[in-house]
């Protein structure tokens, strides 16, 4: 997996990107361990998702400032993101980490911002 990973300069770029190509909702995990796409009732299950593009990055100075930011899409073309901090902090359950192993993955270089 790390091959496919981009290491574009700063998360907010990378959201502002994909904001102008209307991109802008994300899938949340919530308590009950459910992931949901922003502003839907609908509970999705990994295989119902697709990884479509990995973002990589890292603090300048402090390693517990990384995040990666994951391009999803669902089986109906909707587009979503996840932003995942990582490192000594994690802004997700334990659950999340297996949720996010099962969703397949399928770059795509569409969204390749270099």
């Given at each position: 997996?790390?091959?496919?990973?981009?290491?574009?300069?700063?998360?907010?770029?990378?959201?502002?990107?994909?904001?102008?190509?209307?991109?802008?909702?994300?899938?949340?995990?919530?308590?009950?361990?459910?992931?949901?796409?922003?502003?839907?009732?609908?509970?999705?299950?990994?295989?119902?998702?697709?990884?479509?593009?990995?973002?990589?990055?890292?603090?300048?100075?402090?390693?517990?400032?990384n995040?990666?930011?994951?391009?999803?899409?669902?089986?109906?073309?909707?587009?979503?993101?996840?932003?995942?901090?990582?490192?000594?902090?994690?802004?997700?359950p334990?659950?999340?980490?297996?949720?996010?192993?099962?969703?397949?993955?399928?770059?795509?270089?569409?969204?390749?911002?270099?």
């Amino acid at each position: 997996m790390e091959g496919h990973i981009d290491r574009m300069t700063t998360l907010s770029q990378v959201m502002t990107r994909l904001t102008q190509r209307g991109i802008h909702r994300e899938f949340r995990m919530n308590e009950n361990c459910e992931m949901k796409l922003e502003n839907s009732d609908k509970i999705y299950q990994p295989h119902e998702l697709t990884i479509v593009k990995t973002y990589r990055f890292e603090g300048p100075s402090n390693p517990d400032d990384n995040a990666v930011l994951y391009l999803l899409k669902d089986n109906e073309g909707n587009y979503g993101m996840i932003i995942d901090s990582y490192g000594a902090e994690t802004n997700y359950p334990k659950e999340f980490d297996t949720y996010l192993r099962e969703i397949p993955i399928l770059e795509s270089d569409e969204f390749n911002f270099d």
